[in-house]
């Protein structure tokens, strides 16, 4: 029996000892488990360099990228030559080396400058998503970065979150740059800037050489198309109960588009949600309901036609009177300034700024337009000897000269219009295409170079009767004036490195000083052949300002003509 016990627990133990053995050495491998880990590229600069994994470099990848990186590669692996630690990703499903100091854990830790100094001067927004301003940084300021809205996916950022003196807020990254040096350059590729440097302040209006001249990118939506000629009929508020009358008309007469009016002063044309807030006595005026003016503009583009929306922003009857505050007005009793029996809100205040622009915003995205156009965005013309006697108080707050508000107004707009997908045009005086900056603060290469469509108003019998020594009185022969303004226009086009399209407005009413004119189809074709033989020929809109009906039937043969 002891026998049998013994080797009972002899096989135990030799059965034992082998399991023991094949465990130790025939032991079945479990791979640990990699864990991957989303990190996140970082720099000061917009991208940086990948390399292979024998240290070669590769390709570069913008910062703000999503990576994966294997947490058991996130040892400490020293390249000799240059002592710097690298980490293994994957990305685009491939691997890659990267310097462990260009990697994050988070998307809003990847922007590292923290300083930028502004070139092109740029609006201090009060938050990131919003229109409203906080103030402004001149060229050549310095701003300390601490945040920002988004990262695009070239590694740029949409807008910086800076400190500014006492402010926090946000401008947009485009209008900064590096270094003091290259903040107080101005733009001068073609050696234009030397040209805009020689018009100096003769008129009150500013100098061309403290204009910004920077190339602005022109937007092309997809959803959008502007055609390249537009043949425009104006309407204003008050004719929209007939729109079917004039959308037959159009389309009998080789006309696409349509400038219809948003805003005219003291004709809001809708009861607008914006007007209801900032500007009630405007929401009280207006010719049209919401729902009418948007079911109105929804038929006209449903009809096929391109649609402006007309704003007239610093002359403003209504919103001059609810906000005295931002208007210009007489310095010594502090009464509202009437100019040619109107009140204007002044051109160097932010608020009249924002209240433009929301209105422009809520235009594209409630009712439709295809374009924003910007009508008396200037100051008030012939007030020289008042603003020199102290007259006027125009409530310059950031001692602009005129031509920089209008300038500056017209980036702000067109960042804010452009984000919802529409054009910006801007109506300019036939005078703005001369050789010096207008008293009232337009000129027109600071601003064709910003908007993507300027719409100058050369109107025949505004003109002196013998302009540019032409022998006749002038609107008496229209295809001679309008070529010979026009090659004024052409000349300022290459002024600048991003013209706009010109798409010019005509006369389509009869003459209204002696010689008194009838303005038929004939003159009508005069002014737009002599516009385009001239090389303006983005198109030309109808100025009457009653549309009247009747005249755009009687002039309609100008309109079939092939220019």
């Given at each position: ?244 009358e004039y959308i037959a008309l159009a389309k009998q007469s080789n006309i696409n588009a349509f400038v219809v009016d948003i805003k005219d002063s003291g004709s809001p044309s809708y009861a607008s949600k914006v007007m209801e807030e900032l500007s009630p006595t405007n929401y009280s005026h207006a010719i049209n309901s919401f729902g009418n003016y948007q079911a109105i ?99 310059n707050d950031y001692g602009e000269e005129k031509a920089q508000a209008i300038q500056r107004f017209l980036m702000y707009a067109c960042d804010e219009i452009h984000s919802v997908g529409a054009y910006v045009s801007a109506d300019v005086f036939g005078e703005s295409a001369y050789t010096y900056v207008a008293a009232y603060g337009q000129y027109w290469p600071s601003i ?61 009413y009869d003459t209204i000083k002696s010689p008194y004119i009838v303005y038929d189809s004939s003159k009508i074709s005069d002014q737009i052949q002599g516009l385009y033989d001239a090389d303006l020929k983005g198109g030309y809109m109808t100025w009457n300002s009653g549309s009247s009906l009747v005249k755009y039937k009687y002039i309609a043969p100008s309109f079939q003509?092939?220019?």
């Amino acid at each position: 029996m002891k026998k049998v016990i013994i080797f009972i627990v002899t096989i135990l133990v030799v059965v034992s000892l082998f399991f023991i053995m094949k465990n130790i050495f025939f032991k079945k491998v479990i791979p640990k488990k990699i864990v991957e880990k989303d990190m996140y590229i970082a720099s000061s600069e917009l991208s940086v360099q990948l390399f292979d994994l024998e240290y070669n470099e590769t390709e570069k990848i913008a910062r703000g990228t999503k990576v994966k990186v294997f947490e058991k590669d996130l040892t400490n692996e020293n390249n000799e030559e240059d002592n710097n630690t690298y980490i293994k990703i994957s990305y685009d499903e491939k691997e890659y080396l990267i310097l462990k100091n260009d990697l994050v854990d988070e998307l809003q830790n990847t922007v590292l400058e923290t300083e930028r100094f502004v070139r092109t001067p740029a609006s201090i927004y009060k938050d990131s998503e919003n229109v409203d301003l906080l103030g402004i940084v001149k060229k050549g300021e310095k701003v300390e970065i601490i945040g920002f809205d988004k990262i695009l996916s070239d590694g740029n950022v949409s807008k910086y979150k800076i400190k500014y003196n006492d402010i926090e807020g946000y401008i947009y990254q485009k209008y900064t740059v590096n270094t003091l040096d290259e903040a107080k350059q101005n733009y001068d590729q073609d050696g234009n800037y030397q040209i805009h440097l020689k018009r100096t302040d003769i008129y009150g209006g500013g100098s061309g050489g403290n204009l910004d001249y920077f190339p602005y990118q022109k937007p092309v939506f997809d959803n959008n198309i502007m055609p390249s000629e537009v043949r425009s009929l104006y309407l204003n508020g008050g004719v929209l109960g007939n729109v079917d009358e004039y959308i037959a008309l159009a389309k009998q007469s080789n006309i696409n588009a349509f400038v219809v009016d948003i805003k005219d002063s003291g004709s809001p044309s809708y009861a607008s949600k914006v007007m209801e807030e900032l500007s009630p006595t405007n929401y009280s005026h207006a010719i049209n309901s919401f729902g009418n003016y948007q079911a109105i503009i929804k038929k006209l583009k449903d009809n096929g036609f391109y649609v402006i929306g007309r704003i007239t922003v610093f002359k403003d009857q209504y919103f001059a009177q609810d906000h005295p505050e931002y208007a210009i007005v007489n310095s010594g009793n502090g009464a509202l300034f009437s100019h040619n029996g109107s009140y204007w809100p002044s051109a160097y205040q932010r608020k009249v700024w924002e209240f433009n622009v929301k209105l422009a915003k809520e235009a594209v995205t409630e009712m439709g337009f295809n374009e924003i156009q910007f009508d008396y965005v200037r100051f008030p013309d012939r007030t020289y000897k008042l603003e020199e006697n102290g007259t006027m108080n125009m409530r310059n707050d950031y001692g602009e000269e005129k031509a920089q508000a209008i300038q500056r107004f017209l980036m702000y707009a067109c960042d804010e219009i452009h984000s919802v997908g529409a054009y910006v045009s801007a109506d300019v005086f036939g005078e703005s295409a001369y050789t010096y900056v207008a008293a009232y603060g337009q000129y027109w290469p600071s601003i064709s170079n910003v908007v993507d469509v300027i719409s100058a108003m050369p109107y025949p019998d505004h003109f002196n009767a013998h302009d540019f020594g032409i022998s006749e009185v002038v609107w008496t022969v229209p295809y001679k004036l309008m070529y010979t303004w026009g090659t004024y226009a052409a000349n300022r086009q290459k002024e600048i490195p991003t013209p706009a399209i010109v798409r010019t407005w005509v006369q389509a009413y009869d003459t209204i000083k002696s010689p008194y004119i009838v303005y038929d189809s004939s003159k009508i074709s005069d002014q737009i052949q002599g516009l385009y033989d001239a090389d303006l020929k983005g198109g030309y809109m109808t100025w009457n300002s009653g549309s009247s009906l009747v005249k755009y039937k009687y002039i309609a043969p100008s309109f079939q003509k092939e220019y």
